[in-house]
């Protein structure tokens, strides 16, 4: 694996962040500190959890830098950003508010979507019908993205939309090869402390969620 390095994208940050991630001490060290606290158990209400407690912050401390990069999906070429996958209006300016927007205001946006999904009333109710919880989890990944990139001030906190990419899920379909999509995922997770943060990125370009 450290030998695909993607394009563009320094040979020696490659084989840091491989060797990093993909050592037991490093997934060691958080699972270590959940079984250490019994506090940071994941509550569960209705199948929706969230930390009770910041293992992230214990481990990394309030002084570390980090970099945090979720994978999302951008728009088709018809739509202007990819707030656009969601049709429920109410949702729509919930997820679209990022000043106001909170861990309990993405909740509830997510049990509203799956109390309609279980009654089969998304159409009836303005939610996406294809690939609904599709859409609804890459929504929701760019409305945390915002929520956790000012919880997280010390911290690079972006998604990024890596573009067609030829995969199993397309059908090997896309006008992108693997590696050419890991372009802009790495550069995010090798950004430099106090880069940019709380933004989403259609490739190496920042768009609008």
């Known amino acids: 694996m450290a030998a695909l390095v993607p394009r563009r994208v320094n040979k020696d940050q490659w084989s840091s962040v491989i060797s990093h991630w993909c050592t037991t001490d490093s997934q060691g060290v958080l699972q270590e500190k959940m079984i250490e606290n019994p506090n940071s158990a994941i509550s569960m209400d209705d199948d929706i959890g969230w930390s009770n407690n910041d293992v992230y912050m214990e481990v990394f401390g309030p002084d570390r830098h980090g970099r945090v990069r979720g994978v999302g999906s951008g728009p088709t070429p018809s739509q202007k950003t990819t707030q656009s996958y969601i049709t429920n209006e109410w949702a729509k300016e919930v997820l679209g508010d990022g000043e106001k927007l909170t861990e309990d205001r993405l909740e509830e946006v997510l049990r509203e979507f799956r109390k309609d999904f279980k ?55 896309g006008t992108l090869t693997v590696e050419e999509g890991a372009e802009s995922p790495l550069k995010l997770a090798l950004l430099p402390k106090g880069g940019p943060s709380g933004l989403f990125f259609m490739r190496d370009e920042v768009s609008g969620f």
């Open 119 to 173: 009654e089969g009333s998304l159409e009836s109710n303005g939610w996406p019908t294809f690939t609904a919880a599709y859409k609804m989890s890459k929504a929701a990944l760019n409305a945390y993205t915002r929520i956790a990139a000012k919880k997280y001030e010390s911290f690079c906190v972006n998604c990024v939309c890596p573009g067609f990419v030829k995969t199993d899920f397309n059908r090997n379909k």
